[in-house]
T-cell receptor, first 113, second 113 residues
Framework: NAGVTQTPKFRVLKTGQSMTLLCAQD?????MYWYRQDPGMGLRLIHY???????AKGEVPDGYNVSRLKKQNFLLGLESAAPSQTSVYFC????????????FGSGTRLTVV | QKEVEQDPGPLSVPEGAIVSLNCTYS??????FMWYRQYSRKGPELLMY????GNKEDGRFTAQVDKSSKYISLFIRDSQPSDSATYLC?????????????FGSGTKLNVKP
């Protein structure tokens, strides 16, 4: 049982390049979330999804896009990376009836130079 | 003002000490409270959760919620070097049809052997 798997684990991008982060879960959870974690800022919600085919903006959505074409996958895209997007990105999942907490992936460490 | 405030630390204690970690919040609608533990370069993992006010104990860990003061605490008894991690508080009002959590920025704890 893998839980929540994020790929890649590390990436270095040049300013202006694009990339997609993949979150895959095998727990059949309805809700999926993308957070970024920066020193002193804690976890900030970028986008989230309450089910297959649905997405919504979180606290810091600018510069990111997401898609949830399949229930088990949640993709986070950076169309034109900026140094301000250097961060650690975490995917999380949740389902009604679960203990009141998220299940997190192990994170993607992204550096934009 | 942030929804959730948490002292970033770092907090350094000797092995065996009692540790007290705290968060304050501003939204009186919050009624689900969680503590996550995050080891270096890992994703957060749920440690404890409580609903509304009161205490909850799990082994060496005790979570307390004081809704009248908008203050939550996590106590660690007989702290061990393996407890060295960043501790994040999180809370939710369980409004709408999804569960959106508000996170503190985390307190880094170092337990010295």
């Amino acid at each position: 049982n893998a839980g929540v798997t994020q790929t890649p684990k590390f990436r270095v991008l040049k300013t202006g390049q694009s990339m997609t982060l993949l979150c895959a879960q095998d727990m059949n959870h309805e809700y999926m979330y993308w957070y970024r974690q920066d020193p002193g800022m804690g976890l900030r919600l970028i986008h989230y999804s309450v089910g297959e085919g649905t997405t919504a903006k979180g606290e810091v959505p600018d510069g990111y896009n997401v898609s949830r074409l399949k229930k088990q996958n949640f993709l986070l895209g950076l169309e034109s990376a900026a140094p301000s997007q250097t961060s650690v990105y975490f995917c999380a999942t949740w389902t009604l009836g679960e203990r009141y907490g998220y299940t997190f992936g192990s994170g993607t460490r992204l550096t934009v130079v | 003002q942030k929804e959730v405030e948490q002292d970033p630390g770092p907090l350094s204690v000797p092995e065996g000490a009692i540790v007290s970690l705290n968060c304050t919040y501003s939204n009186s609608a919050f009624q689900y409270f969680m503590w996550y533990r995050q080891y270096s370069r890992k994703g957060p993992e749920l440690l404890m959760y409580t609903y509304s006010s009161g205490n909850k104990e799990d082994g060496r860990f005790t979570a307390q919620v004081d809704k009248s003061s908008k203050y939550i605490s996590l106590f660690i008894r007989d702290s061990q070097p393996s407890d060295s991690a960043t501790y994040l508080c999180a809370m939710s009002a369980m409004r709408y049809n999804f569960n959106k959590f508000y996170f503190g920025s985390g307190t880094k704890l170092n337990v010295k052997p």
